[in-house]
């Protein structure tokens, strides 16, 4: 379903180069659920923005159900993320002036989605994340935990094929970290193809697939 | 390329940001609009206005809608009195005033003159008026400041125009040195074609510097005759004012139709009213067109700065917004909606202000300058093409930063990065 093939990814200040990602070839099929685990700096966030197109790899080739990404345009990228992925942030990463209906739906109205039917699929995927009673709050109403559920929402509602999640739990409290994966785990029962960065082990056991990056290389991958 | 779906996302982030923006950062961005309409449309207006009051001064105050006057090579207009109740016979006439007009001079303290000392004295423009006629026609009473009007009987007694008058004048004028120690009350000594006669001052006037009263004097009208030494009605010249919607250049054809013609020259106001007037204005509009330019590039450059810093704090949420799949032109579209608001908000409130008081109150109430009482010219084709001028530059100043941001990399504006 999704393949990176040698990614190399460096950053240049000056004159010093910074190889990140020093060639990761990676694979994930459709419907697995897969743990990017590392220590700090390892380069699992890098790489997983390169996958989600978030980013441009130095040099490698990403590749999802048979396209070559390198070969798109900026716009062809940006419907792909739009149609294809959800994102969860480390941070929600919600608009802090649309309520969580609106920010759940909003992916869903630049796909020219009618706004009732939108609005539907919306409420459809804040009931699943158990937020069905907070349509109409902002961001600033919410407890982290909740606007951690809404991103999820506002990741799902348009049924991706990949969700990429990065570190979706570093900003939670247990409890609320713990409902986060919980809905995570439900996803992927239902069929979700999920790749998520986490540093966290405990979080990671969630995932079918385990895959650890050090030093901008892949040291491991297994089976949780 | 923008889409339809760029347009509405956009227009639906625009008023979800509008919605839930401080009032008063909001309130003081459309304060700032508004003063711009305000200065793209008001500083035209009023200087434009200035000279619109000095060209209504001689509508109102001398030639009316329509003026009869002597033929070049006459001295008088043949038939006056014929020509005068066909006037007052045709419709569409809400007043006539038949004027005998000459010129003379006018000499004060002759009496008490020492033989060697220059006199006191100024040639004048006599018009020999029916007081009444005149009164309903040019409203002349309601500009008496000093002693009062003529009335109707009265002999030997005459208004002057406070340009005759050197406590009132307003600078020189060629052949014109105005009269000291002239009071109402004062006597002074008129000659009209060599006939001399001793006069009574009844009334001094006050009007600006430009009015066609101002330098001119007003006497019965059968003393000014018998001074030229007229021996029948024939006057210089009789003004017309015309009812509300009647055409002035209709009517002139109409009266040149008649006959008339063959014995008067026959002119609109805007015929006779002299060259220098509209080319002032003209060169008064185009001052006001470089000063509002001004206006409009200081509220290009507001709007353009308010979106950019709008755009800077936000660019976390530009970078989200793209990340998520949300397109550049839809993120622009948004910017670019909010900029309109801030336009079109203050443009209404703008035209609101000045069609509904300020426009119709200093018509009421015109602003008295010097030379003229100034009013503020703002018709609705001039304004609407600076309300389109003001939303074009609001359109770019608002797009411009918002694509400058929008622009930048996708994973830096997320994370912040530089």
């Known amino acids: ?224 | 390329m923008v889409s339809p779906v760029d347009i509405r996302v956009g227009f639906f982030l625009a008023v979800r940001q509008l919605r839930r923006a401080s009032f008063w950062t909001t309130g003081l961005i459309v304060f700032v609009m508004l003063l711009t309409f305000l200065n793209l449309v008001v500083v035209t207006g009023m200087l434009v206005g200035i000279v619109q009051g000095i060209s209504d001064q001689y509508r109102t105050q001398d030639t009316g809608d329509v003026i009869v006057s002597a033929l070049d090579e006459k001295d008088f207009i043949e038939n006056s009195p014929q020509v005068i109740a066909f006037i007052k016979s045709l419709p569409g006439v809400a007043g006539v005033t038949a004027r005998y007009v000459a010129n003379g001079t006018l000499e004060a303290n002759y009496l008490s003159r020492d033989v060697n000392a220059k006199p006191n004295k100024t040639g004048v423009v006599i018009s020999g008026i029916d007081a009444v006629a005149e009164n309903s026609f040019s409203d002349l009473s309601k500009y008496v400041h000093e002693g009062a009007y003529l009335s109707p009987g009265d002999y030997d007694e005459v208004l002057l125009g406070p340009q005759l008058i050197d406590r009132y004048s307003f600078g020189q004028f060629p052949g014109l040195t105005p009269l000291r120690n002239v009071y109402p009350g004062t006597k002074v000594r008129l000659v009209i074609n060599g006939n001399t006669r001793e006069v009574i001052v009844k009334g001094i006037l006050s009007v600006p510097a430009n009015s066609p009263l101002a330098m001119r004097a007003f006497m019965p009208s059968e003393e000014v005759r018998m001074l030229m030494g007229r021996t029948d009605y024939a006057v210089n010249e009789i003004a017309i004012l015309l009812t509300r919607g009647t055409d002035p250049s209709a009517f002139r054809d109409v009266l040149k139709r008649s006959g008339i013609g063959a014995n008067a020259k026959i002119r609109t106001f805007d015929d006779a009213m002299p060259n220098g007037i509209a080319d002032v204005k003209n060169t008064f509009a185009l001052i006001g067109d470089a000063i509002s330019s001004v206006g409009l590039v200081v509220a290009a450059i507001t709007i353009f700065i308010v979106i950019f810093i709008n755009a800077v704090t936000r660019r976390k949420f530009i970078g989200i917004l793209k990340g998520i799949g949300i397109s550049g032109a839809a993120i622009e579209s948004a910017y670019v909606f909010q900029s309109l608001f801030y336009a079109a908000i203050g443009a209404g409130v703008g035209l609101l202000f000045l069609y509904g008081f300020l426009v119709p109150y200093v018509g009421a109430h015109p602003i008295v300058l010097p030379i003229s009482n100034a009013i503020i010219v703002a018709p609705w084709n001039g304004t609407l093409i600076r309300i389109v001028l003001l939303v074009a530059a609001t359109i770019v100043a608002g797009y411009l930063p918002s694509r400058m941001i929008v622009r930048k990399n996708t994973l830096n504006s997320i994370l912040g990065r530089n």
């Open chain 1, 1 to 224: 379903m999704i393949q990176a093939k040698d990614i190399v990814k460096s950053f240049t200040d000056g004159t010093v180069v910074t190889h990140v990602l020093k060639g990761i070839t990676f694979a994930a099929d459709q419907g697995e659920f897969v743990a990017i685990m590392g220590r700090s700096g390892a380069g699992k966030s890098t790489f997983l923005y390169q996958i989600s197109l978030l980013d441009e790899p130095t040099s490698g080739e990403i590749v999802i159900d048979g396209k070559e990404t390198s070969r798109m345009s900026e716009r062809e990228k940006m419907r792909f993320r739009l149609s294809e992925f959800g994102y969860v942030f480390q941070d929600y990463a919600l608009l802090p002036e649309l309520t969580a209906l609106e920010n759940t739906a909003l992916p869903l109205y630049m796909q020219n989605i009618p706004r009732a039917i939108a609005n539907e699929k919306a409420r459809e995927a804040l009931n699943r994340v158990g937020l069905g009673e907070r349509l109409s709050n902002l961001p600033s109403q919410l407890s982290g935990g909740e606007q951690q559920r809404v991103s999820i929402s506002r990741a799902i509602a348009h049924a991706p094929a990949i969700l990429f999640a990065d570190e979706p739990t570093a900003n939670l409290d247990k409890e609320s970290s713990g409902v986060v994966m919980n809905i995570f785990k439900e996803l992927h029962e239902g069929g979700q193809t999920i790749i998520m960065v986490t540093h966290e082990e405990e979080y990671a056991r969630y995932a079918e697939r385990l895959v650890k990056i050090d030093d901008g290389r892949i040291i491991a991958d297994a089976k949780a």
